[in-house]
Nanobody
Framework: QVQPVESGGGLVQAGGSLRLSCVDSGRTKSRYATGWFRQNPGSSREFVASIDWSDTTTYYADSVKGRFTISADRAKNTVYLQMDSLKPEDTAVYYC?????????????????????WGQGTQVTVSL
């Protein structure tokens, strides 16, 4: 299993945009999902968004719905997280992760324990 690799983090002002990329080569079976999670020091890792590769169904945390968009490019084995209207509270290390269980429901999409393959993370900082 190849570990997912994230890129695209950085510093942006509130209201701005960033696009994160995740090259996830772990998709060897039809049932697979790639998710984005984020974490701040001293806090638990939280679900942000996920996409099921079988039918490209997407899921979002309420805190980012309407502002973030997750998408996938099958040819490049890459998942993108377009982040618009960023807020200071979006500041965190963002992690990409792969799940061989897929994401047939919101419950499976956001279940951290079902994701076995994790990237190293990329820092996103949103300033006022």
């Amino acid at each position: 299993q190849v570990q997912p690799v994230e890129s695209g983090g950085g510093l942006v002002q509130a209201g701005g945009s960033l696009r994160l990329s995740c090259v996830d080569s772990g998709r060897t079976k039809s049932r697979y999902a790639t998710g984005w999670f984020r974490q701040n020091p001293g806090s638990s890792r939280e679900f942000v968004a996920s996409i099921d590769w079988s039918d490209t169904t997407t899921y979002y945390a309420d805190s980012v719905k309407g502002r973030f968009t997750i998408s996938a490019d099958r040819a490049k084995n890459t998942v993108y997280l377009q982040m618009d209207s960023l807020k200071p509270e979006d500041t965190a290390v963002y992690y990409c992760a792969g799940s061989i269980y897929g994401a047939a429901t919101m419950g499976t999409a956001r279940a951290i324990s079902l994701y076995d393959y994790w990237g190293q993370g990329t820092q996103v900082t949103v300033s006022l």
